[in-house]
């Protein structure tokens, strides 16, 4: 199990750090702007949706956006009907990380790093060279997109290179009996499939990853694509715990939003649950790879779902006025 075991915990520890690093270079080089557009550009439904596309796919992060419009609504910045098109947003957005990685660049991983290493020393370099620059002073304002976009670039080329470790142990986990078993109760049933992305993405929080392991084993074929999509389905209904603990001692708006994102992620789980096969002949239609069908896989799926869900964002119902809690634990005056 050592040959299992300890290639697939240092590929993930890799990968891991890879996103975590894209998320945190990106969120420091834009993050400041986000609130406000997030409160500017939600002013229908539709914008929302736009908007937490776009910024979801800059952040690589839905959870991040989705915690962030939770904090807003919490904070009685946002109401929660302008949220609803954010929550559909995040869903499509996060669908860039997983296109990425379906274009087998693993090869780049260690190109990649080394141009962003150089990229980040130039724009040091070029800082700390300015004559003008007075002691403390802030750097150019061109110079803040090429040290971040150097990080996130880095971040992007550890994620690579930690799918390339997780996707050479496949041969090894083809060979064991527990995943015999396990492909022989998917092949039964599809919530087995469901029931591991699930699982797995709420233990490590990050959809984006459980989706790249189930990519990695069918690309070497040692896993049915059926089952790996079936795994996206759960991995999406996964990543709403994270969001939901986040809500969870918050204010009922911010609850509001958490479980609408559940909602919408178990609704579309539901309705693609039957049509799994259907959904792999689809993918099967762009792409010949199989890890690039599961990618495109989980792209139909969240596009399909946000965009059925978005005309449900414009029922009078969520503007509805609510009436005021009394205070001191008094009556509302007639």
Same mark, same amino acid.
């Given at each position: 199990?050592?040959?299992?075991?300890? #290639?697939?915990?240092?590929?993930? &520890?890799?990968?891991?750090?890879?996103?975590?690093?894209?998320?945190?270079?990106?969120? @420091?080089?834009?993050?400041?702007?986000?609130?406000? =557009?997030?409160?500017?550009? %939600?002013?229908?439904?539709?914008?929302?949706?736009?908007?937490? %596309?776009?910024?979801?796919?800059?952040?690589?992060?839905?959870?991040?956006?989705?915690?962030?419009? =939770?904090?807003?609504?919490?904070?009685?910045?946002?109401?929660?009907? @302008?949220?609803?098109?954010?929550?559909?947003?995040?869903? =499509?957005?996060?669908?860039? %990380?997983?296109?990425?990685?379906?274009?087998?660049?693993?090869?780049? &991983?260690?190109?990649?790093?080394? *141009?962003?290493?150089?990229?980040?020393? +130039?724009?040091?370099?070029?800082?700390?060279?300015?004559?003008?620059? $007075?002691?403390?002073?802030?750097?150019? /304002?061109?110079?803040?997109?090429?040290?971040?976009?150097?990080?996130?670039?880095?971040?992007?080329?550890?994620?690579?290179?930690?799918?390339?470790?997780?996707?050479?142990?496949?041969? $090894?986990?083809?060979?064991?009996?527990? *995943? +015999?078993?396990?492909?022989? @109760?998917?092949?039964?049933?599809?919530?087995?499939?469901?029931?591991?992305?699930?699982?797995?993405?709420?233990?490590?929080?990050?959809?984006? $990853?459980?989706?790249?392991?189930?990519?990695?084993?069918?690309?070497?074929? &040692?896993?049915?694509?059926?089952?790996?999509?079936?795994?996206?389905?759960?991995?999406?209904? /996964?990543?709403?715990?994270?969001?939901?603990?986040?809500?969870?001692?918050?204010? #009922?708006?911010?609850?509001?939003?958490?479980?609408?994102?559940?909602?919408?992620?178990?609704? /579309?789980?539901?309705?693609?649950?039957?049509?799994?096969?259907?959904?792999?002949?689809?993918?099967?239609?762009?792409?010949?790879?199989?890890?690039?069908?599961? &990618?495109?896989?989980?792209?139909?799926?969240?596009?399909?779902?946000?965009?059925?869900?978005?005309?449900?964002?414009?029922?009078? =119902?969520?503007?509805?006025? @609510?009436?005021?809690?009394?205070?001191?634990?008094?009556?509302?005056?007639?």
């Amino acid at each position: 199990m050592t040959d299992i075991a300890l #290639p697939m915990l240092l590929g993930f &520890a890799v990968f891991m750090t890879g996103m975590k690093l894209m998320e945190l270079a990106l969120h @420091r080089w834009g993050g400041g702007r986000l609130r406000h =557009i997030l409160e500017k550009a %939600t002013a229908t439904p539709l914008h929302g949706l736009l908007s937490g %596309t776009a910024i979801t796919a800059a952040l690589q992060s839905s959870t991040a956006v989705t915690v962030m419009t =939770i904090g807003l609504v919490n904070a009685g910045l946002m109401s929660f009907p @302008r949220t609803l098109g954010i929550v559909l947003g995040t869903n =499509i957005g996060t669908c860039l %990380t997983t296109e990425l990685i379906g274009l087998s660049l693993n090869r780049s &991983a260690v190109p990649l790093m080394a *141009f962003s290493v150089l990229g980040w020393l +130039a724009s040091v370099l070029l800082h700390e060279a300015n004559p003008r620059r $007075a002691p403390a002073s802030p750097e150019p /304002g061109w110079l803040k997109p090429l040290r971040f976009g150097s990080l996130a670039l880095f971040g992007f080329g550890l994620l690579l290179l930690g799918m390339t470790v997780m996707q050479s142990i496949a041969p $090894a986990v083809e060979r064991t009996s527990m *995943f +015999a078993w396990f492909v022989d @109760r998917a092949d039964e049933s599809v919530l087995w499939g469901i029931a591991a992305g699930a699982a797995l993405t709420a233990a490590v929080h990050s959809s984006a $990853a459980v989706i790249g392991m189930m990519m990695g084993l069918a690309a070497f074929g &040692a896993m049915p694509v059926e089952i790996g999509i079936a795994a996206v389905l759960g991995a999406n209904v /996964g990543t709403c715990f994270t969001a939901i603990l986040a809500a969870s001692g918050g204010m #009922p708006g911010g609850r509001f939003v958490a479980w609408a994102h559940l909602l919408l992620n178990v609704g /579309g789980c539901l309705l693609f649950a039957p049509i799994v096969d259907v959904l792999a002949l689809a993918s099967g239609w762009v792409s010949a790879s199989p890890a690039a069908q599961i &990618a495109h896989a989980q792209t139909i799926f969240n596009i399909v779902c946000s965009l059925l869900a978005l005309p449900l964002c414009y029922l009078p =119902i969520w503007n509805r006025p @609510r009436p005021a809690r009394p205070k001191d634990g008094g009556r509302l005056a007639a």
